[in-house]
Structures are given as C-alpha cells and as structure tokens.
C-alpha cells in the first residue's frame, strides 16, 4: 500500500513557473515508480511524466515539450514536478500516482498505477 499526498497547486500567470510535490507513504514507497497525470475541464486524463526508483524518467513530450522536469528525493519519500513556462493551457488537476510494484517502469498509462493522490489544482492565467 502507498499513500499520496500532493502539495497544494495555485494560480499563476502565463510564463510564470510552479513547483508540485508529491509525498509518498508506506513501508516500500520509494522504490515504487511515481508519475503525475492531469485532467483539464471536459478532457480526459493525460500522462505528464514519471519516474522510477532509479529517477528514469519518462515524459509526454507533445504536453510538456521540455518545460517540465520530474525528480524524486528518496530520503524525504517526495517526488516533484518543477514546471516552467506555464501556459493556460495547462490549467487542470493535476495527480500524483504510484505504479503496480517496486522496481516497476513508470508507465504512460492510468492502468500503469494503482495508487493515486487526491488532485491538486493548477491554473494558469492568461
């Protein structure tokens, strides 16, 4: 079992830059691979990048295009998403969640993870 808890989002303008976490709990957290998803209004959910125990990373380069890095801190159980350039079109919820096992690859896909954060809101003014 891993527990997530996402950091609080906001509001920040066009250009400007936000720094997510995502903390992890439970006995193997951090070996587990983490990814962050969103969810905009009237859209599906979509993959943003994740990372495995090892910190390989893997994104979704059509939505971030470089502007967003994932890392992870195992000592603190704390996986970030540092983005930049932020644009109104990435206003959405965004999710932390964990994949199906230690040492897993981080997927791209919702079925790739089974335990999820409750959603923190990020919106981008224009």
């Known amino acids: 079992q891993v527990q997530l808890v996402e950091s609080e989002g906001g509001l920040v303008q066009a250009g400007g830059s936000l720094k997510l976490s995502c903390a992890a709990s439970?006995?193997?957290?951090?070996?587990?691979?983490i990814g962050w998803f969103r969810q905009a209004p009237g859209k599906a959910r979509e993959f943003v990048a994740g990372i495995t125990w090892s910190s390989r990373r893997t994104y979704d380069q059509d939505s971030v295009k470089d502007r967003f890095t994932i890392s992870r801190d195992n000592a603190k159980n704390t996986v970030y998403l540092q983005m930049n350039s932020l644009q109104p079109e990435d206003t959405a919820l965004y999710y932390c969640a964990a994949g199906r096992g230690p040492y897993y690859a981080a997927g791209s896909t919702d079925r790739d993870y089974d335990y999820w954060g409750q959603g923190t809101q990020v919106t981008v003014s224009s």
């Open positions: 439970g006995r193997t957290a951090k070996n587990y691979p």
